[in-house]
């Protein structure tokens, strides 16, 4: 079956731009996670979804990163004016419901900020 | 606060035995995952910790000692394309909340 699937795959863009990263989680997963990766360090996590809601949002650096997902399905995450320190890799998991499910991770969309 | 520790790098030869060390402080404790991440891929699910004592599948292993807030990682037999990663994680509340992840451990299989 599909896993998680997410796009852009690279994305290139200047300073002070909007970007909006996509994630497709694998069909009936209900939790939805963004997490990003810097050369070097652990994955930091950003947002996570129960369905359609958002019950932790402490991750997100500054109130220019915002998600959202619909349908319980697609989710976005958006980065409005972009700053050079937002390059990363920006990866989404999805799960089953549960403590002991394991998280499945796309393959995540490498943002670089010139 | 929270806090995940790990090897930053190992070396270990191939057809050889490998043991990763992750130590964690965290605020609370709802299970301990493994995770493999090969260079510019996505980290893929290894194994699943929650109770004391040893997890085996296949050439990979793990421990967990809750009391101690340690666990490993055991790779047997190693190859080539064990070179990769490996990421330890522990969610620290319930249900589906986000891991709190180290900072991974990058290992090298040399001939």
């Known amino acids: 079956g599909a896993g998680v699937s997410q796009s852009p795959s690279n994305k290139v863009t200047e300073k002070g731009k909007d970007v909006e990263l996509r994630c497709d989680p694998i069909?009936?997963?209900?939790?939805l996670y963004w997490y990003r990766q810097s050369l070097g360090q652990g994955l930091e996590f950003l947002i996570y979804?129960?369905?359609?809601?958002?019950?932790?949002k402490s991750g997100l650096p500054s109130d220019r990163f915002s998600a959202e997902r619909t349908g319980g399905s697609v989710s976005t995450l958006t980065i409005q004016r972009t700053q050079q320190e937002d390059s990363a890799v920006y990866l989404c998991?999805?799960?089953?419901?549960?403590?002991?499910?394991?998280?499945?991770f796309g393959d995540g969309t490498r943002l670089s900020i010139l | 606060g929270q806090n995940i520790d790990q090897p930053t790098e190992m070396t270990a030869t191939e057809g050889a035995i490998v043991q990763i060390n992750c130590t964690y402080q965290?605020?609370?404790?709802?299970?301990l995952f493994w995770y493999q991440q090969h260079a510019g891929e996505a980290p893929t699910f290894l194994s699943y910790?929650?109770?004391?004592g040893l997890e085996e599948k296949g050439r990979f292993s793990s421990f967990l000692s809750r009391s101690k807030g340690y666990s490993y990682l055991l790779l047997k037999e190693l190859q080539m394309k064990d070179s990769a990663s490996y990421l330890c994680?522990?969610?620290?509340?319930?249900?589906?909340?986000?891991?709190?992840f180290g900072k991974g451990t990058r290992l090298s299989v040399i001939a």
């Open positions: 979804f129960q369905g359609n809601s958002a019950p932790d």
């Open positions: 994680a522990v969610r620290d509340k319930g249900g589906n909340t986000p891991l709190v």
């Open positions: 910790n929650v109770l004391d």
């Open positions: 998991a999805s799960s089953w419901a549960g403590n002991n499910q394991p998280q499945h």
């Open positions: 069909s009936g997963h209900t939790a």
């Open positions: 965290t605020s609370g404790f709802n299970g």
